[in-house]
C-alpha cells in the first residue's frame, strides 16, 4: 500500500509540473496579410484558442485564472478571455490576433514569421518570440500547471487567391500530406500537432501573386 502511494504521489506531483498544452489553437491567415509581412509592415492574423483543465471552477482556481489572465493581456493582443465551468472542470476560450511579420527578433510569445525561400518564395511558420520564457514564467509564478507549452496542435486557416503553396508535412483538409502543393485560390485547412510538431512549430511555403 506505501507503495502505491508513493507512485500515485510522484504521478501527481510530475502532472503538477507538466506544461499547459491547448485543446486546439486555430490561425486564420489571410494572403494580404502576409503580404504585408513581406512589404516591411506587421501583418495579422486573428486567432482562437481552447485549453481545458480537469480542476473544479471554485474560488481559488478562478484567482489564479485571473492572474493569468493579466499576463496573457501583457503580452498577447486579446479581444476575449472566456471561462467556463463547474465541479467537473474548467475550460477557457482566448481570442485574439498574433503579428506576422519578417522580424526573426520579434517580441511576441506567439507569432508568424515570413522568411525568403528560393527566388521568390517565402517560408510562413510558427514561431517562439523573445518574451516567451518571461511570459511562461509569469504564469508559473501563479500555478505551474497553467506554464504553457511551447507549440500546441495548431489550425492554419489559409486564404489566397492564385498562390502556389506547398505544404512540406502536416494535415490538409484533414489528411495527412507530405510535400503537398497547389494553386490555392480560396481556403485551406492546415493542420500542424503531435510528434514532431511537440517541438517545432508548422510551416508552410506561398509564393504570393503579384
Known sequence: MDKIKIILTLFLAVTALSACKAE??????????????ISGGVGEAEFSATFET?????????????AVERAVRAHLDITDFLVTGDRGGTQIEIEGYLPITTNADENAPWHLLVEPFGQDGHVVRLAIGSDFNSFAREIEVVDMGFRPDRFHPTTIRLRASDAHVTVPAGYVNGEARIMWSTVLDGRTNIRFGGGI???V???????VSN
Open 24 to 37: 486546439r489553437v486555430v490561425v486564420e491567415v489571410e494572403e494580404g496579410a502576409i503580404q504585408d509581412a
Open 54 to 66: 480537469s480542476r473544479s471552477l471554485d474560488e481559488r482556481v478562478q484567482s489564479k485564472i485571473d
Open 197 to 199: 510538431f511537440n517541438d
Open 201 to 207: 512549430g508548422g510551416a508552410f511555403i506561398i509564393r
